[in-house]
């Protein structure tokens, strides 16, 4: 299939390299030192599982150079770049490109469809721990790699057939990929682990061990599972798992030091997804009445210190 992967961070980033790797035509768009990087030397991915890759076959633009129609467009931006995204599909896509955007924040391919009535914006999320170590290089930390993706409620079902085949490239390229028949359900779940984990490490500044001990992260990371799983049941939602085995067994499986991509960003000063892992999380408790005080907490925090 012909990808194109706006966005070459951590998520991008790696997508990118396990999809060139199986053969498939893939094409980066970036910015920067990270794109020049990548057009002089390619890109390489280094990990702990399969050593470090020099990634051949990856093209790589800016989204203004970007002349191509490709078969599914992953959107791989953090969300505040999320306008960055629908401009760009908005010039450069065409109806016969599926759009799988698998950003951190729940809901954001239905953000995406209502500014691209003319084309499909698909529901989806990831599960992966990278990040850019420099320019032109990607390190995933941790070998957990999945995509899921699917149709909302009521959305037609265009480009089916795509979406179909989508789910085995997934899976030839060694990406467990899985095309859901509740995306709400399972972006829900997705972000019933990287909200609660990003919150609580930002919050309390500690990295993947203390969450994984008896203490006072592992009942706050615990807690704010809970609140989430309390939206989703508000919202009509339900879940064949419980949400605070899973969210633990995932944090329990990753490798020591690991964080969230949210919490890397605020340690080094940067702009963060804390309006929509944390934030939006006190809106949606607010709109279905349902009680979140852990994240209340965090988000006044926050807002103490100027993030969002």
Not at 28 to 36: M, P, Q, S, T, W
Request: hydrophobic letters at 40%.
């Amino acid at each position: 299939m012909k990808f194109c992967i706006f966005g070459a961070g951590g998520t991008g980033g790696t997508l990118a390299a396990y999809l060139a790797m199986a053969g498939n035509d893939v094409t980066i768009v970036a910015r920067g030192a990270h794109l020049a990087a990548i057009q002089a030397q390619g890109l390489t991915l280094q990990t702990n599982h399969r050593g470090t890759v020099q990634v051949a076959g990856i093209k790589a633009c800016t989204a203004e150079n970007y002349d191509d129609v490709p078969d599914v467009l992953f959107v791989c931006v953090k969300y505040y770049n999320i306008e960055d995204a629908i401009a760009f599909a908005k010039a450069k896509m065409t109806p016969q490109t599926l759009i799988v955007p698998v950003l951190n924040v729940f809901g954001t391919g239905g953000v995406m469809q209502a500014q691209l009535p003319e084309l499909t914006c698909l529901d989806g999320c990831i599960y992966v721990m990278s990040e850019i170590k420099e320019p032109g290089v990607i390190y995933q930390s941790d070998k957990m790699l999945r995509v899921i993706y699917g149709y909302r409620p009521q959305q037609e079902q265009k480009l089916l057939e795509t979406a179909q085949k989508l789910e085995k490239v997934l899976n030839e390229a060694d990406i467990k990929g899985h095309f859901s028949d509740n995306i709400i359900r399972d972006a829900l779940q997705k972000f019933a682990f990287v909200s609660p984990a990003a919150a609580a490490g930002a919050y309390l500044a500690v990295t993947s061990e203390k969450f994984q001990q008896p203490g006072e992260a592992r009942d706050l990371f615990s807690g704010l599972i809970k609140e989430v799983e309390s939206l989703g049941g508000a919202m009509g939602v339900t879940f064949k798992q419980d949400l605070t085995e899973v969210g633990l067994k995932i944090m329990d499986a990753l490798k020591a030091g690991s964080t969230m991509s949210m919490q890397r960003d605020i340690q080094k000063g940067r702009q963060s997804e804390f309006a929509g892992l944390v934030d939006r999380v006190v809106s949606l408790g607010h709109e279905y009445g349902v009680a979140v005080p852990l994240y209340e907490k965090i988000s006044q925090w926050g807002k103490e210190q100027h993030l969002g």
